[in-house]
């Protein structure tokens, strides 16, 4: 573990939205290109310099690199501690790199833009902190710093029903949170009566060993915060009224990135805090996930407006990450995460999409489209792109993750894998059934034939995230390789038996091995 103490470039990191939230303050309202100009700027900064942190990133070290400590409660045992690894140097790259995509699809916002670009950088510094913190006390801060920018950008910034889908978010959210906060605070009080170190460092948590019924009562305080947050099935039904009235940069954030808050609460805390829990649990979590990836598919068959239809498909989708974390093996954590980082792009480029279209038409019923190809043909071909990344066609980004997902859960639980292999067909038949309304048949609406095809702001936004849907359907292999070591490091948290290397690096000697489980 390469460690430092004091700041560093994970602080850094952190800071630049917040400094470019602060240069904000001191602009005139009416100057928008320039606050634009400001927000874009930091938000641009931090994903190159999030790219000079991954070059500094060692692949095949599984340990915590970067690690700063600093000294911020010491009477109370809380430090801030921040660390990267494999598992969270890919959600912090896809976190810096949606948000200068999400403020320039923001350009059209007109109201309060000073506040609402404000709210942006301050909610990615709250993401990027939570992938980062090492520090319990600091995770939660960070967790719940996040609430309140969205809050504000659902609650000010979004549709008729605003307020209802913006308390609704914050109430379940906090709900879960304050369960997770006296877990945290019980652990570390246990932590300090055992090894008389009162402690939140979650890497000297990891050691703590407890009896098996206290596991299970702090897994269900800190799985039900994640849960809500993933979401999982049946604590999902804040996550469509969200997504509808979300403005479109707050749809792209929430589903990008927020969610795989969720999942990776699961893998980073849940899971290794309370191996014992977590195994004795799994079986009750494949049947929450699969239910979740098959109800979600149903349910997005029927929507009439296409962003809750995608809404739906966020909660499929995540059914699926699930699933293949809870396979506690190396292709199902892999394709778990991998899943995490093809969801948030392709998710995040259909509500991009859905938000293009609808600046143009003001509507997002599905009915009021048809026959888009003839007015809006480079529009077309890559929702079709997007359309088919969501479904998991081979060559695109969504079907290494959903192979990987399926190959690792079908060696622990076969039926239920199965049950879950119906979720892709149900994708793929709501997913071609909304494309094929939207963009195909007679272009019979007077109102569709005024469409003008994408602007070059739209183009900006949409051929780097088309790019990498494609290069990681392609070549996954550098996306993995990075991932391996640090999920192994993971697993050997949970199970005490060695852990075997993923199926693409066991390739050469011609077989397949099982993964320790």
Same mark, same amino acid.
């Given at each position: 573990?390469?460690? /430092? ?7 850094l990191?952190?800071?630049i939205?917040?400094?470019?939230a602060?240069?904000?303050?001191f602009?005139p309202?009416?100057?928008s290109?320039?606050?634009?100009? @400001? ?12 790219l000079?942190i ?7 070290n599984? !340990?915590?690199q ?12 809380i430090?801030? $501690?921040?660390?990267?690894?494999? @598992?969270? @140097? ?35 510094? &709250? ?6 913190a090492?520090?319990? *006390?600091?995770?939660? *801060?960070?967790? !719940? ?7 504000f ?6 549709g ?17 949170s304050?369960?997770?906060? +006296?877990?945290? @605070?019980?652990?570390a009080?246990? =932590? ?13 948590? %990891?050691?703590? =060993? ?16 994640f849960?809500?947050?993933v979401?999982?099935f ?17 749809? *792209?954030?929430?589903? &990008?990135?927020l ?10 805390? /849940? ?5 014992? /829990? ?10 929450l996930s699969?239910?979740g ?24 989708h995540?059914g ?16 778990? $995460?991998?899943?995490?980082?093809? =969801?948030?792009l392709?998710? &995040?480029?259909?509500?991009?999409? +859905? ?25 077309s ?19 290494? &993750? ?14 239920w894998?199965a ?9 793929a038949? %709501? ?12 272009l019979n609406?007077? !109102?569709n034939?005024?469409? =003008?095809?994408?602007n ?6 949409? /051929?780097? $995230?088309?790019?990498? $849907?494609?290069?990681?359907?392609? %070549? ?10 640090a ?15 993923v199926?693409?690096?066991s ?11």
């Amino acid at each position: 573990m390469m460690s /430092a103490h004091g700041f560093g470039d994970l602080t850094l990191l952190l800071a630049i939205p917040v400094i470019g939230a602060a240069l904000l303050l001191f602009l005139p309202r009416r100057q928008s290109a320039g606050l634009f100009t @400001i927000a874009l700027l930091a938000s641009g900064l931090a994903f190159l310099w999030s790219l000079k942190i991954f070059d500094r990133f060692d692949g095949a070290n599984g !340990e915590m690199q970067l690690v700063e400590r600093v000294a911020w409660m010491p009477a109370f045992g809380i430090q801030y $501690i921040v660390g990267i690894d494999g @598992i969270s @140097i890919f959600l912090v790259l896809l976190t810096t790199f949606l948000m200068p995509l999400a403020l320039l699809a923001s350009w059209t916002v007109r109201d309060k833009v000073k506040e609402y670009l404000i709210f942006m950088l301050l909610l990615e510094t &709250g993401m990027l902190g939570a992938f980062l913190a090492l520090d319990l *006390v600091l995770f939660y *801060v960070f967790w !719940e710093v996040m609430l309140v920018p969205m809050y504000f950008l659902i609650g000010v910034w979004g549709g008729t029903r605003r307020i209802y889908a913006a308390l609704k978010f914050v109430l379940f959210t906090m709900a879960g949170s304050l369960l997770m906060l +006296v877990a945290i @605070i019980y652990l570390a009080t246990r =932590h300090a009566q055992v090894t008389q170190v009162l402690t939140f460092n979650v890497l000297q948590l %990891y050691d703590l =060993h407890l009896p098996f019924d206290q596991q299970i009562w702090l897994f269900l305080a800190f799985a039900l915060s994640f849960a809500i947050k993933v979401p999982l099935f049946p604590f999902h039904t804040w996550l469509p009224d969200a997504h509808v009235e979300a403005p479109t940069a707050g749809s *792209v954030i929430l589903a &990008g990135v927020l969610l795989k808050l969720g999942t990776y609460g699961f893998l980073r805390f /849940a899971m290794p805090l309370f191996p014992d /829990a977590a195994i004795a649990l799994m079986p009750y979590l494949v049947a929450l996930s699969v239910i979740g990836i098959v109800y979600g598919a149903l349910v997005a068959m029927m929507q009439s407006d296409i962003k809750k239809l995608v809404a739906y498909s966020s909660v499929s989708h995540l059914g699926f990450v699930m699933l293949g974390l809870c396979a506690l093996n190396m292709q199902g954590v892999q394709g778990g $995460i991998y899943q995490m980082l093809s =969801h948030g792009l392709s998710t &995040g480029a259909l509500f991009l999409m +859905v938000g293009m279209i609808y600046d143009r038409r003001h509507t997002r019923m599905i009915a009021e489209f048809g026959g888009l190809w003839k007015q809006m043909p480079v529009f077309s071909v890559l929702l079709l792109v997007v359309t088919f990344s969501s479904i998991g066609l081979p060559g695109l980004n969504g079907f290494v &993750g959903e192979f990987l997902i399926l190959l690792g859960s079908f060696s622990v639980t076969p039926r239920w894998t199965a049950v879950a292999a119906t979720g892709v067909i149900l994708g793929a038949v %709501y997913m071609l059934w909304m494309f094929r309304r939207v963009i195909f048949g007679p272009l019979n609406n007077p !109102e569709n034939q005024k469409l =003008h095809d994408l602007n070059c702001r739209e183009w900006v936004i949409l /051929a780097p $995230i088309i790019f990498l $849907i494609l290069y990681m359907g392609v %070549y996954p292999q550098p996306f993995l390789s990075r991932m391996q070591p640090a999920v192994e490091v993971n697993l050997r948290r949970i199970f005490t038996m060695p852990v075997t290397p993923v199926a693409a690096q066991s390739s050469a000697s011609g077989e397949q091995k099982n993964d320790g489980r």
